[in-house]
């Protein structure tokens, strides 16, 4: 072989070896780059996990405390109202059967007040919920009227013999709610979900749209809702104080507006004696109590029924 042929050879050669090396270069600097790219994202990955994930703090003795008189005092108002839901309507039918109009009118409009305080827990717990509290003019016209409403209507149309179907069928559930919610037991910020979502059921559909429609005391819904708000606020706003002091006060403002208000009528105060400025007023203090409420349930998210405290 000629020695230009023995260049060209080694040159070659040579050539070949150092693609080889830039190649083996390039590579090892990939895979050098990708596995420390892949440990970064993993190491941050891991830290974000690790800090989402970070279990709350036990609650302490006075929080375990304060749970579990706002999970038991939520409960006995829910008990007690199917108790007067069952009595109501008892009195009712007898009421109509006797043909005592007045009484009648007084049993129905307490079977009413009643319904209101257990109406969302009972909505979720009770297959035959729907109808008892369902508008006339929602009902199917084919189909006799039920429910409360059907009730009010007979009476306040001043037909209370045509009561007597729906008033005993009202009677006959009252032992299925009563069973169906004696067991009511839920965690702080469910109260709270609850509480808020009769508030902003009494906006639209009371204040709104009216309930009442035939007897026309819508005042009876408001102080209803009202009235359990005042019975079972303050011992959620008692554990609030201890988790989040800031966001309990707003409730307590919120709740005491509501409160100044309701002193201005009773349950008994027709829709006649109520003003649409009053009504405005109602509508945004509830809904400024709405939002208080949907920001405390979240602060309560860590708490449980307080059953399985010691």
Partial sequence: MSPAALTSVAVRRRFRIASALIVAVVIISTAWSISTGYARRSAASYNASSHHYTPAPPPTQAQQSATLVATQAYRREVVLSTQAFATATSNLVLDIQRGDASAAKKAEQSA??????????GASSVATMAPLDTLVANQNPALPATGLHAVERDLWSGQPSLALSAATNLANVSSQLQFGLLRTIITPSQICARLDEEVGWTVENVIGASQERYSHDDMLDVHAVV???DATLPSVEQLGRLVRPSATVRVERAMALVDELAQQSTSATSNSHVSAQQWRHYARAL??????LGTMSGVLADFGTGR???
């Fill in 287 to 292: 809904d400024s109590l709405e939002y208080a």
């Fill in 308 to 310: 399985n405290y010691a």
């Fill in 227 to 229: 009235n359990n708000l």
């Fill in 112 to 121: 009413q007040a009643a319904y209101d305080v257990f109406r969302v827990d």
